[in-house]
């Protein structure tokens, strides 16, 4: 029963206080930096800048997501499962004899 309880503890502290807190720094930041490059925009006229802070505003949702990933240490499994590294696992174990490669003369990506 104290090692369930144990678990349970380290679980809240991780998903409630840990994530929630990311949670909080990736909405006020992406928000914080956008209002800021949006008003540097609006104040010199310069249209792509507001344009760019207005889109940093919108994106507090995957600001949010990438600060509960790095957090919770997460993004880093992410990030080695994308295509691009499958295909280099892929080649690297092709030039070692073992499997087929995907490069082929008629691949846009080399």
Known sequence: MAKVKEILK?????YFIDAMGAMA?????SLLI???IKTVGDLTGVAFITDIGGFAVKMAGPAMAVAIGYALKRIRSFCSRSPLSARRRMNSA???GRSRSLSSPSSPLK
Request: aromatic share 6%.
């Open 25 to 29: 720094q990736g909405l006020f930041c």
């Open 10 to 14: 380290k679980a809240a502290r991780r």
């Open 34 to 36: 956008g209002t800021i």
């Open 94 to 96: 092709a030039r070692a």
